[in-house]
């Protein structure tokens, strides 16, 4: 198998990843396998997810692919009854599931008058039922699961859960409001969490990655023709090392939060992996 770019050793533990099928966290999984960890993959798609299995057994890992609608409490119990039964007690959760949609979306970044009685979709536009599955999908999506898997932590040592937050949690960015504003919550969230299981040892933190190109913001960040779009341009001038960042990048974050001896007196932190984008004001 391929090394990890920290000897974190994760032997002998299962980690869960939520969200498995996708670009960031089907990476995560297959970091964790290679630190030695029995990899859950859970997916609303399990195709995605069995398919991401399916490399990390290749490599020589283990990892298996459960189908997970994280917003249903009744399927989150029922699969991490599952994991436990196949894989054992769930020692890692990487809480990824999340997203954005369109319907949560404004078409501009500012109001200018006459946006409300125009074909522009506005602030004034945006469908409650999208807005709502935004912010359930990225903070319900993030809670659900840390009620199925933290309950099989519970007295045991060494356990960890780590969230996905993003940039939009510190200042929210133009256009995607629900998104902004559920990350927000996330990061809130992950401070509660690790108050509230400090005393059982469970250490929880969570990663703000910056600027990533992925299948679900695809059409802010690149026209039709792959064209970048002027999105794009500004993302890129406002990130002083000029790049998206790339799954790999997230890497050392992740191991290092979850390691135990480097990180052991660390929780309740969101650790920005930005390209510097949050240190930079622009001039």
Not at 40 to 59: G, K, Q, S, Y
Not at 74 to 80: E, G, I, K, P
Not at 129 to 137: N, Y
Not at 191 to 198: C, E, R
């Amino acid at each position: 198998m391929q090394k990890n770019v920290l000897s974190t050793d994760l032997r002998g533990k299962v980690a869960v990843v939520t969200g498995a099928g996708g670009v960031l966290c089907s990476g995560f999984s297959k970091v964790l396998a290679r630190a030695g960890a029995r990899v859950a993959l859970l997916d609303i798609n399990e195709a995605a997810a069995e398919e991401v299995a399916r490399a990390i057994r290749e490599e020589g890992g283990t990892a298996c692919a459960y189908a997970c609608d994280v917003l249903s409490r009744d399927v989150c119990f029922s699969v991490a009854d599952c994991v436990e039964r196949e894989l054992g007690k769930c020692d890692i959760l990487i809480n990824g599931a999340g997203g954005n949609n369109p319907r949560a979306t404004t078409d501009k970044e500012y109001y200018e008058p006459g946006d409300i009685d125009s074909d522009v979709k506005s602030f004034f536009d945006l469908d409650r039922a999208g807005v709502g599955f935004v912010f359930d999908l990225n903070f319900l999506g993030t809670l659900i699961p840390t009620q199925a898997f933290a309950r099989q932590m519970l007295g045991r040592k060494g356990c960890s859960i780590l969230n996905i937050s993003s940039m939009n949690a510190f200042t929210p960015l133009t256009k995607i409001p629900a998104y902004s504003g559920a990350k927000a919550a996330v990061s809130n969230f992950t401070q509660w969490l690790a108050v509230h299981f400090s005393k059982e040892g469970i250490r929880v933190n969570a990663i703000a990655p910056g600027f990533f190109s992925t299948k679900q913001n695809a059409s802010l960040l690149w026209n039709p023709d792959g064209t970048p779009t002027p999105r794009t341009g500004k993302i890129l001038a406002a990130t002083p090392m000029g790049r998206f960042g790339e799954t790999k990048d997230l890497e050392g974050a992740l191991l290092f939060l979850l390691d135990n001896d480097a990180a052991g007196f660390i929780t309740g932190v969101t650790l920005p992996v930005d390209g510097g984008f949050s240190a930079y004001s622009g001039v």
